[in-house]
């Protein structure tokens, strides 16, 4: 098992009494984690319906699989690893650049029409360091590639992020934007 802070030992504790049958135990992994996956999957997919169907998929995945999951990563690590991939294999028609119905805010909408120029795995590893704080080697982890490709891809991401995002700040007639 990994050595990981209390957040970490509770889940551990509530996967293995799910592993045993507990429903209850299963259902607040859940509770706790649903929020994190719907975020992912939005960041991901850019569309609130098929961030909703992922995030739900990424459970029904979890609760199918959980007898295989051993500890060798955090239980956070291992349903954002299959919430990627399963945002990864939808096909493209599922995809809306357009974030308007999920995020209120201009800015919001600016920033997520930014993140929806990136390619999925730069967008991916973007979201998950800088939205959901995981660390290289959790990003590493849940990507399933090695830490110094995480370095030098975020520092890709967030260079493509940032002319992307000024690029759309310039351009008062791209949905969102905003003259300055």
């Given amino acids: 098992m990994w050595s990981e802070p209390a957040e ?13 049958g507990d429903n209850e135990a299963f259902a607040q992994l859940v509770e706790r ?13 850019g569309d609130r319906a098929a961030a909703l169907a992922v995030a739900q998929e990424s459970f029904v995945e979890v609760y199918k699989y959980l007898s295989h999951f051993k500890g060798e990563s955090s239980f956070y690590t291992w349903l954002y690893r299959i919430t990627v991939e ?19 805010d201009e800015h919001a909408v600016t920033v997520g029409e930014a993140l929806q120029q990136l390619p999925d795995d730069d967008r991916a590893m973007l979201i998950l360091r800088e939205v959901d ?14 830490k110094a490709v995480v370095s030098s891809r975020l520092f890709t ?12 700040r310039l351009d008062p007639a791209a949905g969102g934007a905003e003259e300055t």
């Avoid at 970490?8 to 504790?13: E, G, L």
């Avoid at 984690?33 to 960041?43: N, T």
């Fill in 8 to 20: 970490a030992k509770v889940d551990w504790a509530l996967v293995r009494r799910a592993q045993a």
């Fill in 33 to 45: 984690y649903q929020r994190k996956a719907f975020c992912v999957a939005i960041g991901l997919v």
């Fill in 86 to 104: 399963l945002c990864r294999n939808r096909s493209p028609h599922h995809r809306s650049p357009d974030l308007r119905a999920s995020l209120a």
């Fill in 133 to 146: 704080g995981l660390s290289y080697e959790e990003i590493a982890a849940a990507l399933r590639v090695p």
């Fill in 157 to 168: 991401a967030r260079a493509q992020f940032k002319s992307a995002l000024d690029a759309l």
